[in-house]
């Protein structure tokens, strides 16, 4: 059953380190949280490492650019693993051919930046969709269209055998109070529509490879036992951590704010109702990280 907290110092002496999702759990898009980053800082300040692990489409540099401008203090935190790193490495390994077609925002031109991990990197090209070999999704080209829209170009890449590769399997992420499309709305599509897509972040397993290689890299060894994922999306955060057989903690006011009634804190009613429709059990919950 999942035990309901009021805040993370509660259980923190249990774990050596975190896997701490970013958006809706630090900051929201726009700033970051007080509480949060504060919990951070007390629980590096008594010996744990912080593992910021983000399902953002990004280079881990960029990410940290990004949340020292939300506020993010440098002290709040060890090392960055993203879902935008996993799904490079596998793109330079040549998972989806060396002419792909991109979707996404101009500001993720990044992805395609050279990575120290990967040797023998394959070329990539960015081509028209009919030129291409494989598709990279690192969102949409815009957050607020309906993933609808891709539909036709879907039709023609499936017919053709194209694997989507997907930087973010996230579905929605809120933007302060404006929900906004993620680049695993169109994978979702493109899957049901009977393409194939390839997933590297959360729930999959290779970016908590990715995390574990990072903590190794720091000097930072951790059993799995003494791990703890830490998110508010229940099927990418969560169901991640539970495969992956370690400790989760679900922070309840983010993206599942109104079906679990949190306010300060979730509604223990609605939040069981919740978690059996999900067929999900958190080891803890918390409305916020704190």
Known sequence: MTRIISSFAEISARYDALFCDLWGCVHDGLRAFPDAVAALQ????QGGTVVLLTNAPRPRAGVEAQIEKLGVPRDAWDVIATSGDSARAAML?????RQVY????????????PMELVEDAVEITQVPLREAEGIVCTGPFDPMADP?????DFLYAKTKGLKLLCANPDIVVDRGDTREWCAGALAKLYSEMGGESLYFGKPHPPIYDLARRRLQQIGKLAGD?????????ISTDIQGGMGEN????FITGGLARAETGTDTQPDPDKLAQF???AQIGPSYAIGFLR
């Open 246 to 249: 370690i400790d989760t903690l």
């Open 102 to 113: 991109f979707i996404g925002e101009d500001r993720d031109q990044t992805f395609f930046a």
């Open 93 to 97: 390994r040549g998972v989806v051919g």
């Open 275 to 277: 978690l059996a429709e």
């Open 225 to 233: 036992e003494r791990i703890l994922a830490v998110g508010d999306g």
């Open 42 to 45: 007390a629980y590096r300040a």
């Open 148 to 152: 609808a829209v891709y539909r036709s």
